[in-house]
């Protein structure tokens, strides 16, 4: 396995941690850059708003999230007991590589068999 030089322990920990319980022999990793958050408050509830767009398929890299709204998303969501994809005020295009875009699509169907797998 071959981890980028720019990761944090933790995240490595992490990423060995998937690969051991997938049982996968192999995972490429490919660190790609998304919008941060504007001031330093806000940065846990912009990591649940990237996670939540992977979820919903949404790609932040592209997606240019409405802060000022997050709050409001987020009380609403737990009040209705249902997580939503957060505000996105447009999407930006972005090029990238052939790879990058194939990283997208195996996360997707990754998390696609997970859920085929917990099924059973």
Avoid: W
Avoid at 14 to 43: E, M, N, R, Y
Avoid at 69 to 87: A, D, M, Y
């Amino acid at each position: 396995m071959t981890i980028p030089y720019d990761l944090s322990q933790d995240a490595e920990k992490i990423i060995i941690s998937l690969t051991l319980s997938l049982h996968l022999d192999k995972i490429s990793v490919t660190v790609t850059p998304v919008a941060k958050q504007s001031g330093c408050t806000d940065c846990g509830i912009y990591t649940i708003a990237i996670v939540i767009a992977i979820c919903y398929k949404i790609d932040p890299v592209t997606a240019v999230f409405a802060q000022d709204e997050f709050r409001p998303h987020l009380v609403q969501s737990f009040e209705n007991n249902n997580l939503q994809p957060f505000p996105i005020k447009k999407n930006k295009k972005v090029q990238r590589s052939s790879m990058q875009a194939l990283l997208f699509l195996i996360v997707q169907n990754v998390e696609r068999e997970i859920t085929l797998m917990e099924n059973l």
